[in-house]
């Protein structure tokens, strides 16, 4: 076998020659295929308070030199300490998201939605600002504080934010499993999922 994972994007290429090859693509960036035939993938989106969404496949086909446009998604970066910065209605920021598609076509494309952000808490003696429902994404978010609903996970990526409990967060959705409720302090991420293209199993996407 020989194989390409493109930073958390991977594809296992056949071949004749009985090894696997992994490359590692940090940013954005092409990879042009060796080979005509049918590769596996692995894409994971950015996280954010939900994990990013995680999709495989393991026949998509392509030409030798076929040329593809990668899309490495970055994490959504959260407030320092415990200030409170209300974007998307009290929400934290959402990972972006990855994919990849054929150079010159983008609609021949697979994409991993980036995971929902947070819901947001609560600040000094106010209880009740910044408390915010966890946003929807790959995976969704935990609810902020006051019960506050987790974001939804988006079918076949992820799963659904945890609900927020007095002045806890519910835990971020995962690939494996939805974030647990906060009860009585905050809820744990929710699993992520095992993929063994690199050769041995490894969790991806779990939640925060």
Known sequence: MTGILLSLLGAKLPSSAGFTVVQTFTATS???????????????????????????????????????????????VGPAGNAY????????????????????TPTSNVWSTGGGGGGGNYVGTN???????????????????????GGSGTPGQGNN???????????GGGAGAAGANANPGGGAG???TASPITGTPVYYAGGG
């Open 127 to 149: 209880p009740g600002a910044g408390a915010g429902v966890g946003g929807d994404g790959g995976s969704g978010g935990g609810g902020g504080h006051n019960s506050k609903a």
């Open 30 to 76: 092409t990879w042009t295929s060796p080979i005509t035939g049918t590769v596996e993938y692995l894409v994971v989106a950015g996280g954010g308070g939900g994990a990013g969404g995680y999709r495989s496949g393991a026949s998509y086909g392509v030409s030798s030199s076929q040329t593809f446009v990668v899309i490495v998604g970055a994490g959504g």
């Open 85 to 104: 910065i209300p974007v998307n209605g009290g929400q934290g920021y959402a990972g972006s998201n990855s994919g990849f598609y054929v150079s010159g």
């Open 190 to 192: 929710g699993n992520g």
């Open 161 to 171: 934010g945890g609900t927020g409990g007095s002045g806890h967060g519910g835990g």
